[in-house]
T-cell receptor, first 109, second 114 residues
Framework: ELKVEQNPLFLSMQEGKNYTIYCNYS?????LYWYRQDPGKSLESLFV?????AVKQEGRLMASLDTKARLSTLHITAAVHDLSATYFC?????????FGAGTRLTVKP | DSGVTQTPKHLITATGQRVTLRCSPR?????VYWYQQSLDQGLQFLIQ???????AKGNILERFSAQQFPDLHSELNLSSLELGDSALYFC?????????????FGPGTRLLVL
């Protein structure tokens, strides 16, 4: 069974600092997604990673994928308050998809 | 605004009842996805349709069904409702089937089963 683990589940960081969210999964997969959800809001697609070594960047967020380690990371550079949200990874396996539990990120001034 | 609309925004019903949630994708998007988000089970992928045909199926209960109509809007039918079906239901759309396609999410329907 495909299992997806995110850590940490809660992350409080100061503005200007760097940090990484980890997404581990249990079974070989062919694609991995990152999403953002603001409190009380819907989801927003951030990245789709398809191949080993894939790296994508948007602003202060950078996502990478290591399929051999079954690990994806979402790196936050020089955090700002606007990045406060919950971040989910999701792993696709055939026609199914499983989500991580989410990482609630709070960026403090 | 993502361009994806969902109705109703809120729905309160009783156990055993049946409800229909509606999703209109962005103009031109052929693919529609349904997701459930609950406190107990987190986010779950339910089902995907592409141009009227079912293309992928996730953790969708047999009491739930969906379809995509010729005008590309989609409906998610939930029957014999249980308390545990209380959740946020999101739909998303994308242009095509391709795995790289960005999904655009609707605002969600909040379902409360009493």
């Amino acid at each position: 069974e495909l299992k997806v683990e995110q850590n940490p589940l809660f992350l409080s960081m100061q503005e200007g600092k760097n940090y990484t969210i980890y997404c581990n999964y249990s079974t070989t997969s062919d694609r991995l997604y990152w999403y953002r959800q603001d409190p009380g809001k819907s989801l927003e697609s951030l990245f789709v990673l398809l191949s080993n070594g894939a790296v994508k960047q948007e602003g202060r967020l950078m996502a990478s994928l290591d399929t051999k380690a079954r690990l994806s990371t979402l790196h936050i550079t020089a955090a700002v308050h606007d990045l406060s949200a919950t971040y989910f990874c999701a792993v696709a396996w055939g026609n199914d998809m499983r989500f991580g539990a989410g990482t609630r990120l709070t960026v403090k001034p | 605004d993502s361009g994806v609309t969902q109705t109703p925004k809120h729905l309160i019903t009783a156990t055993g009842q049946r409800v229909t949630l509606r999703c209109s994708p962005r103009s031109g998007d052929l693919s529609v996805y349904w997701y459930q988000q609950s406190l107990d089970q987190g986010l779950q992928f339910l089902i995907q349709y592409y141009n009227g045909e079912e293309r992928a199926k996730g953790n969708i209960l047999e009491r739930f069904s969906a379809q995509q109509f010729p005008d590309l809007h989609s409906e998610l039918n939930l029957s014999s409702l249980e308390l545990g079906d209380s959740a946020l239901y999101f739909c998303a759309s994308s242009v095509d089937l391709g795995s790289q396609e960005t999904q655009y999410f609707g605002p969600g329907t909040r379902l409360l089963v009493l």
